[in-house]
């Protein structure tokens, strides 16, 4: 069965520092996407970044990038030069096209907190 | 602000009663998605449908429907609530059915009392 793990509960990260969140995943397919969100205090999901499974190259959005290992079923996030207004939970996502049906399943999410 | 719109906001009802939640897609998309989020949980998807038709179906209870209407908007309706379905609900749209890139609602808030 598709699982999607994100093994820190919680993390801390002092202003303009990097952090990095760790989320692994397990699946029989080889097309795929992952997703990372971010879910500030207001509860609004806003989508981080996104990885196509197909594409070896990591994805990068501004101070967001992710370190994809797709052998060992690893999609990890680094947050560079953090923010206050990066304290959030952050969801580690994955969709896939399978049994002819598509599968959207969401990791239970690590919640951040950058230290001023 | 996604472009997606969901209705009511905050809803708060008895258990065994019966709810509808809205939602209204982005302009242009086809697709949309429903998911559950209990306290301090991750999401949980429970269906999708695309340009009226149903396309995907997650963990999503019997006592659960959705349809979407020729306008593209889509309804949530749950029924004979129980206290565990107190939730964040979430709608999310996306031009095609593949869903690359799905965007969010604010969620509507559930508390059955």
């Known amino acids: 069965a598709q699982t999607v793990t994100q093994s820190q509960p919680e993390m801390s990260v002092q202003e303009a520092e990097t952090v990095t969140l760790s989320c692994t995943y397990d699946t029989s397919e080889n097309n795929y996407y992952l997703f990372w969100y971010k879910q500030p205090p207001s509860r609004q999901m806003i989508l981080v970044i996104r990885?196509?499974?197909?594409?070896?190259q990591n994805a990068t959005e501004n101070r967001f990038s992710v370190n994809f290992q797709k052998a060992a079923k690893s999609f990890s996030l680094k947050i560079s030069d953090s923010q206050l207004g990066d304290t959030a939970m952050y969801f580690c996502?994955?969709?896939?096209?399978?049994?002819?049906?598509?599968?959207?399943?969401f990791g239970t999410g690590t919640r951040l907190k950058v230290l001023a | 602000d996604s472009g997606v719109t969901q209705t009511p906001k905050h809803l708060i009802t008895a258990t065994g009663q019966r709810v509808t939640l809205r939602c209204s897609p982005r302009s242009g998309d086809l697709s949309v998605y429903w998911y559950q989020q209990s306290l301090d949980q991750g999401l949980q998807f429970l269906i999708q449908y695309y340009n009226g038709e149903e396309r995907a179906k997650g963990n999503i209870l019997e006592r659960f429907s959705a349809q979407q209407f020729p306008d593209l908007h889509s309804e949530l309706n749950l029924s004979s609530l129980e206290l565990g379905d107190s939730a964040l609900y979430f709608c999310?749209?996306?031009?095609?059915?593949?869903?690359?890139?799905?965007?969010f609602g604010p969620g509507t808030r559930l508390l059955v009392l």
């Open positions: 996502a994955f969709m896939e096209y399978t049994s002819g049906t598509y599968k959207y399943i």
């Open positions: 990885q196509e499974a197909y594409k070896q």
């Open positions: 999310a749209s996306s031009v095609e059915v593949s869903a690359e890139t799905q965007y």
